[in-house]
């Protein structure tokens, strides 16, 4: 029998009052020898299985309050694909992450909350008509669990079929969305494309366009269809403090997804995705924007669109891992008083 290796820390350690000691890597391959889901443990950044943010690999939910989960499907794409292999990435450039809480919060999400990496959903692309019912059927599996989910794109098609699934659980939902792009041009809803679901979303009911802000647009719609766009010219006129009151106002505590394409950034901050733009905004900025809604009623989240092979030095990657991380500071931040419940 293969003995666990043995742990020098535990969660009980790291929650103590002495800070916590990050001089030794006393933790491998935490993905599969963690005890609990609780809890930020220290781990080589360069070695060992990796999950995001060093998290749980489980297909259980049982006692999981978010679940991280990888959707490798590129096949939506107007431009550039790749993005099937966005989950990995994102995986890997988390592990630069891990041993530390994330930066500007007050808080670690992982005291409060039991996030586990549920792994990637399945799906045959040899069947496109059947994937994005396959994909909704996932995902609604995961959300009857009354567990947030946190999904790693993929393309944006993928936050479709998302959408649907937690609609069905929470009620029409107010969309968060930061993008180049609107993604509600017109189609005849037999396609799968990427910019072309929140139109059909809309039409639906599934997402509220008058309780919805699209942050960062900068390709032309002749059509909002009733979203509150602010633009990124705007975002850069008016800054991040208006930014973040306009969509508060917006949005209110209406039960709300919210949704990263990561060519919401710049190309300078994020070369790695299919369709960028430039004139885009500054990841420092957007990570205060995201502080600044904490508290909202927020549901669901994602980060889609990184494409490693347009990547460069893995900024992409870091920017969507850190942007996966901040969203879930941002539903923790929900949660002030949950506790540890397992240690
Ligand atoms: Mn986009
Ligand atoms: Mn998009």
């Given at each position: 029998?293969?003995?666990?290796?043995?742990?020098?820390?535990?969660?009980?350690?790291?929650?103590?009052?002495?800070?916590?000691?990050?001089?030794?890597?006393?933790?491998?391959?935490?993905?599969?020898?963690?005890?609990?889901?609780?809890?930020?443990?220290?781990?080589?950044?360069?070695?060992?299985?990796?999950?995001f943010m060093r998290r749980q690999y489980s297909k259980d939910l049982?006692?999981?309050?978010?679940?991280?989960?990888?959707?490798?499907?590129?096949?939506?794409?107007?431009?550039?694909?790749?993005?099937?292999?966005?989950?990995?990435?994102?995986?890997?450039?988390?592990?630069?992450?891990?041993?530390?809480?994330?930066?500007?919060?007050?808080?670690?999400?992982?005291?409060?909350?039991?996030?586990?990496?549920?792994?990637?959903?399945?799906?045959?692309?040899?069947?496109?008509?059947?994937?994005?019912?396959?994909?909704?059927?996932?995902?609604?599996?995961?959300?009857?669990?009354?567990?947030?989910?946190?999904?790693?794109?993929?393309?944006?098609?993928?936050?479709?079929?998302?959408?649907?699934?937690?609609?069905?659980?929470?009620?029409?939902?107010?969309?968060?969305?930061?993008?180049?792009?609107?993604?509600?041009?017109?189609?005849?809803?037999?396609?799968?494309?990427?910019?072309?679901?929140?139109?059909?979303?809309?039409?639906?009911?599934?997402?509220?366009?008058?309780?919805?802000?699209?942050?960062?647009?900068?390709?032309?719609?002749?059509?909002?269809?009733?979203?509150?766009?602010?633009?990124?010219?705007?975002?850069?006129?008016?800054?991040?403090?208006?930014?973040?009151?306009?969509?508060?106002?917006?949005?209110?505590?209406?039960?709300?997804?919210?949704?990263?394409?990561i060519d919401g950034l710049d190309p300078a901050f994020a070369p790695?995705?299919?369709?960028?733009?430039?004139?885009?905004?500054?990841?420092?900025?957007?990570?205060?924007?995201?502080?600044?809604?904490?508290?909202?009623?927020?549901?669901?989240?994602?980060?889609?669109?990184?494409?490693?092979?347009?990547?460069?030095?893995?900024?992409?990657?870091?920017?969507?891992?850190?942007?996966?991380?901040?969203?879930?500071?941002?539903?923790?931040?929900?949660?002030?008083?949950?506790?540890?419940?397992?240690?």
């Amino acid at each position: 029998m293969i003995e666990t290796p043995k742990q020098t820390k535990t969660i009980k350690d790291q929650t103590a009052d002495e800070p916590p000691i990050h001089d030794e890597y006393g933790e491998a391959d935490l993905a599969i020898t963690r005890r609990s889901p609780y809890g930020t443990l220290a781990e080589a950044t360069y070695a060992g299985i990796l999950s995001f943010m060093r998290r749980q690999y489980s297909k259980d939910l049982t006692g999981a309050d978010v679940a991280v989960f990888g959707v490798p499907f590129d096949i939506s794409v107007s431009n550039r694909p790749g993005c099937r292999f966005g989950p990995r990435a994102i995986r890997q450039a988390s592990s630069m992450l891990a041993w530390d809480r994330a930066w500007g919060w007050s808080f670690d999400p992982f005291e409060r909350l039991a996030v586990v990496d549920y792994g990637d959903l399945q799906f045959d692309p040899g069947y496109p008509r059947e994937i994005a019912d396959r994909l909704q059927e996932q995902i609604r599996e995961i959300a009857e669990h009354d567990v947030a989910t946190l999904m790693l794109g993929g393309d944006h098609f993928c936050t479709y079929p998302a959408i649907k699934a937690h609609a069905d659980q929470h009620g029409p939902l107010a969309l968060i969305q930061f993008d180049a792009h609107s993604d509600t041009w017109r189609d005849n809803g037999d396609r799968l494309d990427h910019g072309t679901m929140f139109y059909h979303a809309a039409r639906e009911g599934v997402i509220l366009p008058e309780k919805s802000a699209q942050i960062g647009i900068r390709t032309n719609n002749p059509e909002s269809h009733g979203f509150n766009i602010f633009s990124a010219d705007w975002v850069r006129e008016k800054g991040v403090t208006a930014t973040i009151e306009a969509v508060r106002s917006i949005v209110g505590q209406h039960p709300a997804y919210i949704t990263f394409d990561i060519d919401g950034l710049d190309p300078a901050f994020a070369p790695g995705t299919g369709t960028p733009v430039v004139g885009g905004m500054h990841t420092g900025d957007v990570r205060a924007i995201i502080r600044g809604l904490q508290g909202l009623n927020i549901k669901a989240m994602d980060v889609v669109e990184v494409s490693p092979a347009y990547d460069v030095g893995e900024v992409t990657a870091l920017a969507a891992a850190t942007l996966a991380l901040d969203l879930i500071c941002l539903y923790a931040s929900q949660f002030p008083d949950h506790k540890l419940t397992s240690s």
